[in-house]
């Protein structure tokens, strides 16, 4: 019983300690001098103008580039592997890329929401008021549009694998074909 | 029916009976309400709210985005021949090309040096 009390003890001393260093290695990494502060005051309302046209030029790329990445899934991938399969031809390699695809377009759907609002969210702040606040804001909007570029990263490159995959399977097509 | 008698049928009618037409427009206006707040909710939740550039702050955009899609894609019906497969690649390689030929949310835009709020150089 007092073994177990001790050793219960140390596990909450070793567990404050842990979670106090991780906050004063997150300040340490992050240290903002009342300097920086006063510049985030002063250069913050056109740093915001910045922002906005950035969400309004974003949201349009959303929508364009979206329409784009549906119609690759939606009037390619899926209706030549229905023709293939309808046709009995074997199109496993070709659904694996499209079903990985779909898969990173939610993705993408949802990083996008996810940056779209926490935009919105860095927009409303008084950043004058709050320059440290509107400095945080940034940075985590800043994480989540990277977010976003990853997506679509991933997702031009699985517009190359299914072309690669479409490339073996016409191959293979030529080759019994002869 | 004189207007004594309606007067008498209507000290005879019970609360409810006496307003039940101003609770049936209270019903109706706080269901409205709830539908509404539920639909807000979808258009939120759902994603639709950031695609939909009739929002303010979009305006200056707004023209520019592509209103229909003409591309009409691969009949998923028919015969699989050399000529299918010629056809689908030239179609998917254009589209490839639109959807791919543009680093999107990429760049430095959002950096600390280029809205200005980074730590003064000494």
Redesign the interface.
Known sequence: MKRFLIFSIAMVVVATGTALGHSLLVRADSP??E??IQ??RE??V??QS????????????????????E??S???M???D???T??S?DASGLVTVAADYDAKLTEF??D??QY?EAMSRTLAINCTNQPVA??DS?AD??SK?TK??DA?LV??QL??D??DA?EKF?KD??ET?K | MSEEQLVTDASSLSPWQRHRFVVLIGLTIVISIFLVGVALALYASSGAAQLDLSRPGYTSVRDKAVRSDTFEGFSASGSVDKGTLDDFRKLYADQAEKATNFDSFGGDVMSDKTLSIDAPTK
């Open positions: 903002m001098t300097t920086q510049r985030i250069n913050c056109e740093a910045t922002l906005y046209q950035l969400h309004a030029s974003d949201a349009l790329l959303r929508v364009n580039r979206g329409q784009l990445y119609t690759m939606t009037k390619l899926e209706p030549f229905s023709r293939l309808l046709n031809y759907r949802v996008y929401q779209e509107f400095y940034v909007t800043r549009r976003v570029h679509t997702l031009h517009i190359g299914y072309k479409f016409a097509f030529k074909d």
